[in-house]
T-cell receptor, first 109, second 112 residues
Framework: EDQVTQSPEALRLQEGESSSLNCSYT??????LFWYRQDPGKGPEFLFT???AGEEKEKERLKATLTKKESFLHITAPKPEDSATYLC??????????FGTGTQLKVEL | DGGITQSPKYLFRKEGQNVTLSCEQN?????MYWYRQDPGQGLRLIYY???????QKGDIAEGYSVSREKKESFPLTVTSAQKNPTAFYLC???????????FGNGTRLTVT
């Protein structure tokens, strides 16, 4: 059974303090890994797709990387507007996704 | 604007009543999905449909029903048989296998 585990559950950073979020997965044949951002009371917003180990994607202060066992979402010099819950998910056929429980990020001034 | 519209944003119902959540999309995507989100748990798949007039149960379909009479619409009915219906419900669409899903902004259902 596919499993996705995210850590930490919650992270509090000062503005400008870089850090990384982890998404480890156990799947039978990785078909990709997705990162989403979710603001309170909203639906998840797609950020990145990674398909193979060694792949990296960047968007503003965010960079996602992928290995054979896990993915990292690196946040460089975060701002308060980066505060959100970050979700990762892996496809398991038929466009069905298995989601992790998310990392709730709070960036303070 | 292209997108996914879920309505209403908040819904309150008494125990024992059925309730229908609306999901409409104008992205022209074939596949549509319903997920449920609870605190501390990952999103869980309720039902999905890859084509009009066809749908499949997801991981937690008990107590729910759906229909797919039009490509644009995929309503979800939460029946009185659902034991813990209070949750945040998310509708999503997809283009093809192994591609990311696009989500609406959810309906928060509270049943008392």
């Amino acid at each position: 059974e596919d499993q996705v585990t995210q850590s930490p559950e919650a992270l509090r950073l000062q503005e400008g303090e870089s850090s990384s979020l982890n998404c480890s997965y156990t799947v039978s044949g990785l078909r990709g890994l997705f990162w989403y951002r979710q603001d309170p009371g909203k639906g998840p917003e797609f950020l990145f797709t990674l398909y193979s180990a060694g792949e990296e994607k960047e968007k503003e202060r965010l960079k996602a990387t992928l290995t054979k066992k896990e993915s990292f979402l690196h946040i460089t010099a975060p701002k308060p507007e980066d505060s959100a819950t970050y979700l990762c998910a892996v496809p398991r056929g038929g466009n069905k996704l298995t989601f992790g429980t998310g990392t709730q990020l709070k960036v303070e001034l | 604007d292209g997108g996914i519209t879920q309505s209403p944003k908040y819904l309150f119902r008494k125990e024992g009543q059925n309730v229908t959540l609306s999901c409409e999309q104008n992205l022209n995507h074939d596949a549509m999905y319903w997920y449920r989100q609870d605190p501390g748990q990952g999103l869980r798949l309720i039902y999905y449909s890859q084509i009009v007039n066809d749908f499949q149960k997801g991981d937690i379909a008990e107590g729910y029903s759906v229909s797919r009479e039009k490509k644009e619409s995929f309503p979800l009915t939460v029946t009185s048989a659902q034991k813990n219906p209070t949750a945040f419900y998310l509708c999503a669409t997809g283009v093809k296998d192994n591609s990311p899903l696009h989500f609406g902004n959810g309906t928060r259902l509270t049943v008392t």
